[in-house]
């Protein structure tokens, strides 16, 4: 039933056979096929624009007041590409398998190849388009190392990388809305798919300023709509990221992908108190020059800076010496867990590590830039100025950032930070294509589950963002729309679009009907801590059986006495929240089913019952190398379906940064 | 940090449509603390309004990052509040102290209409872009990226004009709701690129008169916007779209 549609072939031919062999639609039958794009961040900007250019006619949506602030916007540390510019022995071969390791064998070989091979296209485009990347003083780009690799591959723009991406997407997207090929919906949001004969064929939105519902058809319709990370509330996506378009597909039918993989991102801000509505990440490039530490000692009172060398901990550096602070994210995370649990936290709350910048603000920067000016024996105030400098125009956004947030300047005093929710691996299940197993339904961004395994590397999203829309769905979309040439547009009078209209309709007066007496964000609140204790950085059987009840509790009290605000015929964010809030209770329950059936460990997720000697995480290949597709059956009920994953080229071993 | 709890007074324009006149409500927020962001306390406040049955106050905000560049409040008189290159969202209130009062009001701009209390639209700004704030190349055309160096500063700058987060603070600071900071950090980004030069001209001219089509006011110079600009968009861009803009009609005539 699962088909991933998988070209045949050895595995670094498979993509370029594809291509050759696409079937293709010529550019008068083109103009006369509709392609709606839900989402304009860097999958569905890219998707838009490119497919614009090509000459169908495209409508994209987004819920924001301009397709500029998607979440994307906020990506800091960069986007991998395997150019080898650096002459450090980097290759396509070696992203791939990078890619394949750091998701923990659990992300399908064909996908992964592909995305390494129109990495290094990505970058041309961009840098095309105005993206201004970090230079070298010689005027050529430079790069920056990420977790889980050793080599350099990493493209940036300052702690603003996705910034700079998504804005040369939205402009490439805008210059195509000009030439009239894109037509763009701002602060709408899509409430569901229409199928007609098995096909998606358009969606419902309501339309976020008067409350309208609108029709919209489509020969196709591509979800590009991000992550569902708020489903635990805190967590570093913008606050508007939700899941409710790719869960309105599922319902549809389309199934859910791995929904229990959820990255834990290492370095954030820790939560300061109960007011608190979202996290922010210190990008994980600070890595690069920050050093992990806690005190040796329990329970150290001391302030950082008082507490000597040889009374630090680098446990990072002691626990993985060939990757020491660059491990992947997952395995930081777990480890900065391990050291709170036991006593060793920093910070009022002692839920907190150091990441210290001195050692490398002195060694690293400062001697370099000493030399440079070719002062002799610089003393270390001298060596701290000069290496501040570097570091500031490196990262200076997100000290300043750190700054606002906390107080503290981090040139001074190591930040804190513990793990918060930053991506979700899991997504819509699509093939090869990007197809969901709806006809005519894509996935792509980070909504769909494709690339990532059980665990996404560093700057990594960005370039599946963009490989999906620029270089992958301007081909394989293709290959379906050539056998709908003949289809005419439907018209949105269509019987299906009046009863899904309908639909969307009564959910949303069911909704306001209520009259209940708790807020929308309580529920959420609730719904996050029950999914970050129970089906977070640690995942037990119990805990996840436990979490499955509580939710289904909740889900009964939303429904009868959730309070909203306000009128449907109007702006009303309190109404768009708890259509969001509703299906996030949905997804959670979901995940924790699918956390439960998988008794394994593997990347971001880690079930205390599958663990080695040293704690690390314990993989079982031979009972889950495979991607857990849900159907949705009905209210509760889901059925699994397994695609099983063969790995002919990165074999799997256990994962070791030892 | 040493946090604190404060009592306060928030005056804020509470607006059901575009339609409707408006005004001020005060309301009194109690036991905020210092460590909350603002736009933290607006939510403690709408979560009370809700239990009492009232209808909250509507704002746009999303990334809370300060790069998304969707909150726009204008606080006691100026945009986004009172610390230095600053986002509404990244503003903590360690800014105020006990029994504050605080005024707070949407963007105000003829190009920018209320659409509701605080939220204003700003789609204007997309509608410049769309005139030429772009490099037209199709995907699939481009060369190697390292094919075409850039000399270190020239790349500097150009990201320094490109950090602009399209929040529209620029306007609401200015006396005559000139976008000119804006589209001038668009113009200086592609035309310090090599790749952006050949669009030079019409880039200039077409973002300049579909900038006054929208109705946002002239510049006179006084630096109003650069002051409050979360990004430190600096007016010595403005200076640069000027050059190009003589020089683009210059040729055009
Ligand atoms: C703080 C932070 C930093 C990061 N840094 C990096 C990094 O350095 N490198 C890296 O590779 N990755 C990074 N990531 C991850 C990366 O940014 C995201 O995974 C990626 O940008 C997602 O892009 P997207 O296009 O799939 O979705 P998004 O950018 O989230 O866009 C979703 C779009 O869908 C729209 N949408 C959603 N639902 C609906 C609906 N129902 N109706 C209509 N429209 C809808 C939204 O309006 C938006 O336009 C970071 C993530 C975070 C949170
Ligand atoms: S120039 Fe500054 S104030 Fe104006 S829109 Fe850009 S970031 Fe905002
Ligand atoms: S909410 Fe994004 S900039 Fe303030």
Redo the contacts with the bound molecule.
């Keep these: 039933m699962l088909d991933s549609k998988i070209p045949a072939g050895p595995l670094e031919q498979k993509w370029v056979d594809y291509k050759g062999h696409v079937k293709l639609v010529n550019p008068a039958n083109k103009r006369k096929l509709e392609v709606i794009v839900?989402?304009?961040?860097?999958?569905?900007a890219s998707a838009a624009a490119a497919l614009g250019e090509l000459g169908y006619k495209v409508k994209a949506?987004?819920?924001?007041d301009s397709?500029r602030r998607?979440?994307?916007i906020?990506?800091?540390?960069?986007?991998n590409a395997a150019k080898n510019y650096q002459n450090d022995g980097d290759s396509v071969f070696r992203l791939f398998y990078d890619t394949v390791k750091g998701g923990d064998y659990r992300a399908r070989e064909a996908n992964v190849h592909r995305l390494a091979e129109v990495s290094v296209n990505i970058i041309d485009q961009c840098v095309a388009q105005g993206v201004p990347f970090a230079r070298e003083y010689g005027g050529l780009l430079n790069n920056r190392s990420f977790g889980g690799t050793q080599v350099k591959r990493t493209f940036y723009a300052a702690g603003q990388?996705?910034q700079q991406l998504l804005i040369g997407a939205y402009q490439a997207m805008e210059r195509q809305v000009a030439l009239g090929n894109v037509e763009m919906f701002s602060r709408?949001?899509?409430l569901d798919v229409v199928m007609v004969d098995g096909k998606a064929r358009g969606i419902i939105?309501r339309n976020l300023v008067n409350g309208e519902l609108e029709r919209h058809f489509g020969h196709a319709v591509l979800l590009?709509?991000?992550?569902y990370g708020n489903v635990f509330y805190l967590s570093?996506?913008a606050m508007g990221?939700?899941v409710?378009?790719a869960w309105k597909a599922h319902k549809k039918g389309a199934f859910f992908g791995n929904p229990c993989f959820t990255q834990i991102h290492p370095t954030c801000i820790p939560v300061s108190g109960d007011h608190q509505s979202k996290l922010t990440?210190m990008?994980e490039s600070l890595r690069n020059d920050g050093r992990i530490w806690v005190p040796k000692k329990k329970d150290d009172t001391r302030k950082a800076n008082d507490i000597p060398e040889e009374e630090r901990d680098y446990y990072l550096e002691r626990r993985y010496p060939a990757f020491g602070n660059l491990v992947p994210r997952d395995v930081a995370s777990r480890a900065a867990k391990e050291r709170c649990d036991a006593g060793y936290g920093v910070g009022t709350t002692k839920q907190a590590v150091y990441l210290d910048f001195k050692y490398n603000l002195i060694n690293k920067y400062g001697k370099t830039e000493a030399g440079k000016l070719g002062i002799e024996n610089p003393d270390t105030e001298t060596l701290i100025r000069l290496g501040k400098e570097v570091v500031k125009e490196e990262y200076g956004n997100l000290f300043d950032m750190y700054e606002k947030i906390t107080g503290e300047n981090p040139y001074e005093v190591p930040m804190r930070i513990y793990p918060a929710v930053?991506?979700t691996m899991g997504g819509l299940w699509v093939d090869y294509e990007l197809m969901t197993n709806v006809k005519g339904l894509y996935c792509?961004?980070?909504?769909n589950f494709s690339d990532h395994g059980a665990n996404r590397l560093?700057?990594?999203?960005?370039?599946q963002?963009l490989a999906d829309g620029y270089f992958v769905i301007p081909y394989t979309i293709g290959n379906y729309l050539a056998d709908e040439i003949a289809t005419k547009p439907i018209p949105t009078t269509h019987e299906a679009f009046v009863q899904t209209e309908k639909a969307v309709a009564d959910r949303i007066n069911t909704l306001m009907n209520i009259k209940g007496k708790q807020t929308v964000e309580s529920f959420h609140k609730r719904l996050g801590k029950i999914m970050w204790e129970k089906c977070g950085m640690a995942r037990n059987a119990q805990g996840l059986q436990e979490a499955i009840t509580e939710i289904q509790q909740l889900k009964k009290e939303f429904w009868s006495d959730v309070r909203i605000p306000g009128g449907i015929a109007e702006m009303n964010p309190e109404l768009d929240k708890a259509g969001r809030v509703a299906d996030f209770i949905e997804l959670g329950e979901l995940m924790c089913k699918d956390a439960l059936n998988r008794n394994e460990s593997c990347g971001g997720h880690f079930r205390e019952e599958s663990q080695t000697e040293e704690g690390e995480a314990k993989r079982d290949d031979v009972n889950f190398a495979y991607v857990a597709a849900w159907e949705y059956k009905g209210e509760s009920n889901w059925e699994l379906h397994k695609e099983n994953l063969e790995f002919e080229v990165a074999k799997p071993t256990q994962r070791s940064y030892k | 940090m040493e946090h604190y709890m404060m009592n306060l007074t928030l005056k804020v324009w509470r607006q059901k449509n575009a339609n409707d006149k408006g005004g001020f409500e005060s309301y009194p927020v109690k036991n905020i603390s210092s460590e909350m962001s603002f736009l933290e306390m607006i939510d403690v406040l709408n979560e009370e309004l809700i239990r009492d049955g009232k209808d909250p106050i509507a704002f746009d905000h999303d990334c809370r990052?300060g790069i998304c560049g969707a909150c726009s409040m204008y606080i006691n008189g100026r945009p986004h509040g009172p610390w230095e290159q600053n986002t509404t969202c990244q503003l903590h209130m360690r800014a105020y102290k006990d029994g504050d009062t605080i005024t707070i009001e949407p963007w105000r701009a003829n190009a920018f209409p209320v659409i509701k209390d605080l939220v204003v639209d700003r789609s204007a700004f997309d509608r410049i872009i769309q005139a030429g704030g772009y490099i037209s190349v199709n995907t699939g055309n481009a060369v190697d990226a390292n094919a075409m160096p850039v000399e270190k500063d020239k790349a500097d700058a150009a990201f320094a004009a490109a950090a602009c987060i399209g929040c529209g603070a620029c306007v609401a600071a200015c006396k005559n709701s000139s976008a000119l900071l804006f589209v001038s950090a668009k113009v200086s980004h592609l035309a310090l690129l090599p790749q952006g030069s050949p669009e030079r001209k019409s880039r200039a001219l077409n973002m300049v008169a579909q900038m006054d089509k929208e109705g946002f006011g002239a510049c006179t110079n006084t630096g109003a916007c650069e002051a409050v600009c979360p990004k430190g968009i600096s007016i010595t861009n403005i200076a640069r779209l000027n050059a190009e803009f003589s020089l683009a009609a210059l040729v055009s005539q």
């Design positions: 839900v989402g304009t961040g860097l999958a569905g949506f987004c819920f924001q397709p998607a979440h994307s906020a990506a800091q540390g960069g986007i990388t996705g709408h949001e899509m939105c590009c709509t991000g992550g570093t996506n990221s939700n409710t378009a990440l990008s930053h991506y792509l961004g980070e909504a560093g700057a990594s999203a960005l370039m963002g | 990052e």
